[in-house]
C-alpha cells in the first residue's frame, strides 16, 4: 500500500526544470491580467468616483455618474448610442451569416479554398492606418495617386443619383464605414471558424452524404452543432460591437465627425481631455450593460446545441 502511495506521489512530482517552465509560461499572461485587467478596470472603477478639486484628488462620489445624465440631450449622447447600436445589425444580420456561408463553401474544399483564406486574413496583417488610407482614397475625388473615387462613382451609378463622397457626408458616413467594415472585416473569424470546420471528422459529412444530405442540411444540422463553440464566442463579440467599436470612425471620419461617433469613441476622446474621471464614469456605466449582456448570452447560446467532442 505504502508503494503505490508512494509511486503516485512520484507520479505527480515536477522536476524543477518543469517548475521553472510552468512559471515561465504563466508569467506573462499573469502579468497581463493583473496590469490590464485587474489594474486598468479596479483604477477605473475608483477614478469614476473622483475628480480634482483645487489640485487635489477628492472623493464626489456620483457626481460623474449624474454629469452623464444632465449633459445626455446636450452633447447627443443619445445619437451616439443610436449609431453605436446601428452596427449591431450590420455585424451580426450580415457579417456573420456572410462569412460563416463563405467559410463553410470553402470547407467544402473550393478550388484554392486556403488561398483563398490567406487573402481574406491579408486585410488584418497590414497596418489599419494603411487599409484605412487606401478606402479613403477611393473616396476621394480629388485626382491625384489612387484617387480616382472609383467609391463615389460606383455608389451614385447604383443608387442613381449624385456623386457625392460619403465619408465626408452627414448621413452618409456610417453607410461607408460599414461597407469598410463588411469588406475588409472577415480575416479574423474567417480563420477560426473555418479552421473548427476543419477539425470535423470527414466521416461526419461523409455519412450525412450517403444519407441524401444537401448542403445546407449538413451545414445547419451538422457543421454548426459541431463548431457552436466557436460560433458562440464569435457572436458574443458581434454584440459587443455597439461597445467597443472605435477604429473606424477614429481613422476614416476624423475621430467621429459626420455623426460618427460611436460609445467606445467617445470614451476615448473624453480620456484625452483633462478630465479622465468623467471618462471613467462613462466607461463604468457601460460595462455595467455590457458585461451581464456578454454572460447572460453567453450562457443562453451554450444552451442551444450540446457540445460535440472533436
Known amino acids: 500500500m505504502e508503494d503505490m502511495i508512494t509511486a503516485k506521489k512520484s507520479k505527480y512530482r515536477l522536476s524543477p526544470s518543469k517548475i521553472v517552465f510552468i512559471i515561465v509560461m504563466l508569467v506573462v499572461p499573469l502579468a497581463n491580467f493583473a496590469i490590464f485587467t485587474v489594474y486598468a478596470n479596479l483604477g477605473g472603477l475608483v477614478l469614476s468616483f473622483k475628480q480634482i478639486r483645487d489640485g487635489k484628488e477628492v472623493f464626489v462620489f456620483f457626481e460623474n455618474f449624474q ?20 452596427w449591431l445589425p450590420v455585424v451580426l444580420c450580415v457579417m456573420f451569416p456572410i462569412t460563416v456561408f463563405m467559410c463553410f463553401f470553402l470547407y467544402k474544399k473550393v478550388p484554392l479554398s486556403r488561398l483563398i483564406i490567406v487573402i481574406l486574413f491579408i486585410p488584418n496583417i497590414i497596418p489599419a492606418a494603411v487599409m484605412s488610407e487606401f478606402y479613403r482614397r477611393l473616396w476621394d475625388t480629388g485626382g491625384g495617386a489612387f484617387q480616382s473615387g472609383i467609391m463615389v462613382k460606383l455608389f451614385a451609378f447604383i443608387t442613381g443619383g449624385r456623386e ?91 475621430n467621429g465627425r459626420y455623426g460618427t461617433t460611436t460609445i467606445a469613441l467617445l470614451i476615448i476622446n473624453e480620456i484625452k481631455r483633462p478630465d479622465p474621471y468623467y471618462a471613467a464614469a462613462i466607461k463604468i456605466l457601460v460595462s455595467c450593460i455590457s458585461f451581464p449582456l456578454a454572460l447572460l448570452l453567453q450562457k443562453g447560446l451554450s444552451k442551444l446545441f450540446t457540445g460535440v467532442e472533436i
Not at 454629469?67 to 446601428?86: E, K, V
Open 164 to 254: 457625392i463622397n460619403w465619408l465626408i457626408t452627414e448621413g452618409y458616413a456610417n453607410w461607408a464605414l460599414f461597407v469598410y467594415t463588411i469588406w475588409f472585416g472577415f480575416g479574423l473569424y474567417s480563420l477560426f471558424i473555418w479552421g473548427a470546420m476543419s477539425r470535423i471528422p470527414e466521416e461526419v459529412p461523409e455519412s450525412a452524404q450517403l444519407d441524401g444530405a444537401g448542403l445546407m442540411t449538413e451545414l445547419f444540422n451538422i457543421t454548426i452543432p459541431f463548431i457552436w463553440p466557436t460560433l458562440s464566442i464569435a457572436i458574443v463579440m458581434y454584440v459587443l460591437t455597439p461597445f467597443t467599436l472605435y477604429m473606424q470612425p477614429l481613422m476614416l471620419a476624423e
Open 67 to 86: 454629469r452623464f445624465f444632465r449633459l445626455f440631450g446636450s452633447q447627443n449622447y443619445g445619437r451616439i448610442i443610436g449609431t453605436s447600436f446601428a
